[in-house]
Nanobody, 125 residues
Framework: QVQLRESGGGSVQAGGSLTLSCLAS????????KAWFRQAPGKERDGVAA???????YYADSVKGRFTISRDDNENTVSLQMNSLKAEDTAVYYC???????????????????WGQGTQVTVSS
């Protein structure tokens, strides 16, 4: 069983930056695809960004050009650098992982086997 732990959440003013990090308990092909999802109150859990072990990335249209996902398999981590934050970015952010990234990597939760507990990101106007 793979366990994921997020860190780095907090409050920031609109236009600011924040970096989230997710640590996996082990390295395995079961988590070759790593991703970030977010869920605002009363909303569905939506994909933000995903990255495959070969470096291929996937981004939701709403964050392209502002967020950057990266991974360091030596440290078993995946990070999300968030710049130019907007009020609509406010949500609980979840780390997710699964065996592979597909075209639905940021449009569906179906392919992910493991989830972190979530970390709150609040962007104030």
């Amino acid at each position: 069983q793979v366990q994921l732990r997020e860190s780095g959440g907090g409050s920031v003013q609109a236009g600011g930056s924040l970096t989230l990090s997710c640590l996996a308990s082990t390295h395995t092909v079961e988590i070759d695809c790593k991703a970030w999802f977010r869920q605002a109150p009363g909303k569905e859990r939506d994909g933000v960004a995903a990255i495959y072990h070969d470096g291929r990335t996937y981004y939701a249209d709403s964050v392209k050009g502002r967020f950057t996902i990266s991974r360091d398999d030596n440290e078993n981590t995946v990070s999300l650098q968030m710049n130019s934050l907007k009020a609509e970015d406010t949500a609980v952010y979840y780390c997710a992982a699964g065996p592979w990234c597909k075209s639905t990597a940021v449009t569906s939760t179906a392919g992910y086997s493991y989830w972190g507990q979530g970390t709150q990101v609040t962007v104030s106007s």
